[in-house]
């Protein structure tokens, strides 16, 4: 890629036409792959992913690699969540899914022997402290037995935190076992809003858990956020983001509430009419925007701030920037080997999902296979709008003539279609056009999933219903 332009819009021109986004405001795809996970296939299967991994080693891969571990148990359920979990407090169901869990481990670790240098750790969910200090530690174990992995100082190991699950005590634990960076949940400090989403987290707990990373040595503390939730109001988050920004965490992550009941069971107990306007909603997202701005973090783009001196802000400022299944990283050469039930692993010119439900995941675990249901083997078409997607999506701007020295085509002729298209975004003031680059607007950032749709060819083909969240 040629090297990115010291353009960078100043965070002070943010502004919005709120009929324009009203118009623009459309169900799309969030791009944390391309192509989206709605396109994947049964007909991919284990033996597919095994070619895939083959490939790579064919190829001589030197990337270090990315681990996904995904727990999925939670003793409560928070009606707004989407995410693949098994509400439980029975820690049997912990205990057997770990049996099965290290044993997929191991079935990966022994695919990548000799290239299993390991430089990125997530352990996510559900809530992955569901698991005892006993139970973490074995598979922290059984992982470092498996895999080579990088030093700490080097390596980025994350784990998302509940603070209603954990001690401060927990947190120096965690840390003690290799974890260098936290992601804590908190969705909104208003005790308002957490009844209506059942998530009672009282902010001294939120805190004392921050104070207790810092006391440990965590190398970042992120927080995530939610607007858009039932009972919430401009003031109310105004009033959030305050303590948010006193406790200066290194990363936040404010995500857009998606309200689709017609999936996620949970969210059926939500009542539309406690819900925010769509008007109430884009302005918590602009005061969202202004305050963390105005507070000296870093618009990394879609729902993620960091401070300019976080890896984040920094790889961005490079063009290093990666976008994954979990959001933005810096880690962008490294294939993702993801673990654990309904765990989507990216690997060379593939993806792949693992079964959804425990039962399956058992099942194909006994049988001697990887638990994979289905994925997706890229194209040379969907890897060469791959490559654009991620670099609209890090970068804001893209160089045609960059993508025409990694792929064979003339950019303008492929895409005369796509062009077409972007000039009338162009004319809404949400891209510019000139020979040598595509820049997105700050403008434009808001609506970056509008921009990179424009070149999502299965969006054109319409082959399948949209199950997808609004864009704004």
């Given at each position: 890629?040629?090297?990115?332009?010291?353009?960078?819009p100043?965070?002070?021109?943010?502004?919005?036409?709120?009929?324009?986004?009203?118009?623009?405001?459309?169900?799309?795809?969030?791009?944390?792959?391309?192509?989206?996970?709605?396109?994947?296939?049964?007909?991919?299967?284990?033996?597919?992913?095994?070619?895939?991994?083959?490939?790579?080693?064919?190829?001589?891969?030197?990337?270090a690699?990315?681990?996904?571990?995904?727990?999925?148990?939670c003793?409560?359920i928070?009606?707004?969540?989407?995410?693949?979990?098994?509400?439980?407090?029975?820690?049997?169901?912990?205990a057997?899914?770990?049996?099965?869990?290290?044993?997929?481990?191991?079935?990966?670790?022994?695919?990548?022997?000799?290239?299993?240098?390991?430089?990125?750790?997530?352990?996510?969910?559900?809530?992955?402290?569901?698991?005892?200090?006993?139970?973490?530690?074995?598979?922290?174990?059984?992982?470092?037995?498996?895999?080579q992995?990088?030093?700490?100082?080097?390596?980025?190991?994350?784990?998302?935190?509940d603070?209603?699950?954990?001690?401060?005590?927990?947190?120096?634990?965690?840390?003690?076992?290799?974890?260098?960076?936290?992601s804590?949940?908190?969705?909104?400090?208003?005790?308002?809003?957490?009844?209506?989403?059942?998530?009672?987290?009282?902010?001294?707990?939120?805190?004392?858990?921050?104070?207790?990373?810092?006391?440990a040595?965590?190398?970042?503390?992120?927080?995530?956020?939610?607007?858009?939730?039932?009972?919430?109001?401009?003031?109310?988050?105004?009033?959030?983001?305050?303590?948010?920004?006193?406790?200066?965490?290194?990363?936040?992550?404010?995500?857009?509430?998606a309200?689709?009941?017609?999936?996620?069971?949970?969210?059926?107990?939500?009542?539309?009419?406690?819900?925010?306007?769509?008007?109430?909603?884009?302005?918590?997202?602009?005061?969202?925007?202004?305050?963390l701005?105005?507070?000296g973090?870093?618009?990394?783009?879609?729902?993620?701030?960091?401070?300019?001196?976080?890896?984040?802000?920094?790889?961005?400022?490079?063009?290093?920037?990666?976008?994954?299944?979990?959001?933005?990283?810096?880690?962008?050469?490294?294939?993702?080997?993801?673990?654990?039930?309904?765990?989507?692993?990216?690997?060379?010119?593939?993806?792949?999902?693992?079964?959804?439900?425990?039962?399956?995941?058992?099942?194909?675990?006994?049988?001697?296979?990887?638990?994979?249901?289905?994925?997706?083997?890229?194209?040379?078409?969907?890897?060469?709008?791959?490559?654009?997607?991620?670099?609209?999506?890090?970068?804001?701007?893209?160089?045609?003539?960059?993508?025409?020295?990694?792929?064979?085509?003339?950019?303008?002729?492929?895409?005369?279609?796509e062009?077409?298209?972007?000039?009338?975004?162009?004319?809404?003031?949400?891209?510019?056009?000139?020979?040598?680059?595509?820049?997105?607007?700050?403008?434009?950032?808001?609506?970056?999933?509008?921009?990179?749709?424009?070149?999502?060819?299965?969006?054109?083909?319409?082959?399948?219903?949209?199950?997808?969240?609004?864009?704004i």
């Amino acid at each position: 890629m040629l090297n990115s332009r010291e353009s960078s819009p100043p965070v002070d021109a943010v502004s919005y036409d709120v009929s324009l986004l009203r118009k623009l405001n459309q169900l799309g795809p969030r791009y944390t792959s391309y192509p989206t996970a709605d396109r994947f296939s049964e007909d991919f299967t284990s033996a597919d992913y095994l070619q895939a991994v083959a490939n790579r080693r064919d190829m001589g891969a030197r990337h270090a690699l990315s681990l996904y571990v995904h727990i999925p148990f939670c003793d409560t359920i928070c009606y707004y969540c989407a995410c693949n979990k098994v509400v439980t407090r029975n820690l049997g169901k912990a205990a057997l899914y770990l049996t099965y869990l290290k044993r997929e481990i191991s079935m990966q670790s022994a695919l990548f022997q000799g290239m299993n240098q390991v430089e990125q750790l997530h352990f996510g969910g559900g809530t992955p402290t569901f698991l005892t200090d006993v139970q973490m530690t074995d598979l922290l174990e059984h992982l470092h037995g498996s895999f080579q992995f990088a030093p700490d100082g080097q390596g980025e190991y994350s784990i998302e935190v509940d603070p209603r699950t954990v001690t401060p005590k927990r947190i120096v634990t965690l840390r003690r076992q290799g974890f260098n960076r936290l992601s804590l949940g908190v969705q909104d400090f208003d005790p308002a809003v957490q009844k209506a989403v059942n998530r009672i987290q009282p902010e001294e707990d939120t805190l004392r858990i921050i104070d207790a990373a810092r006391y440990a040595g965590f190398r970042s503390v992120s927080i995530d956020l939610i607007y858009g939730l039932p009972k919430q109001n401009v003031i109310s988050m105004a009033q959030t983001l305050k303590k948010v920004i006193a406790a200066a965490p290194d990363r936040i992550a404010i995500y857009s509430y998606a309200h689709m009941p017609h999936l996620f069971k949970p969210q059926r107990r939500i009542a539309d009419a406690d819900l925010p306007t769509p008007e109430a909603k884009i302005d918590m997202l602009f005061l969202c925007i202004k305050r963390l701005t105005d507070a000296g973090y870093v618009y990394i783009g879609m729902d993620h701030f960091a401070k300019p001196d976080d890896d984040l802000a920094i790889a961005q400022r490079q063009g290093r920037l990666h976008r994954n299944f979990q959001g933005y990283s810096t880690h962008a050469e490294a294939d993702l080997v993801s673990c654990g039930v309904s765990a989507i692993s990216a690997v060379g010119a593939s993806y792949s999902q693992n079964e959804k439900t425990l039962d399956a995941y058992y099942q194909r675990l006994d049988q001697g296979t990887l638990p994979i249901a289905r994925g997706v083997k890229l194209s040379t078409d969907d890897l060469l709008r791959r490559l654009i997607i991620q670099r609209l999506m890090c970068d804001f701007e893209l160089s045609p003539a960059s993508i025409e020295i990694a792929h064979p085509i003339k950019f303008n002729d492929y895409f005369a279609a796509e062009l077409a298209q972007l000039k009338l975004l162009a004319a809404d003031g949400l891209l510019k056009l000139d020979d040598e680059w595509i820049t997105v607007t700050m403008k434009g950032r808001l609506l970056i999933r509008n921009i990179c749709m424009v070149f999502d060819r299965y969006l054109a083909l319409g082959r399948s219903p949209l199950r997808y969240s609004k864009t704004i």
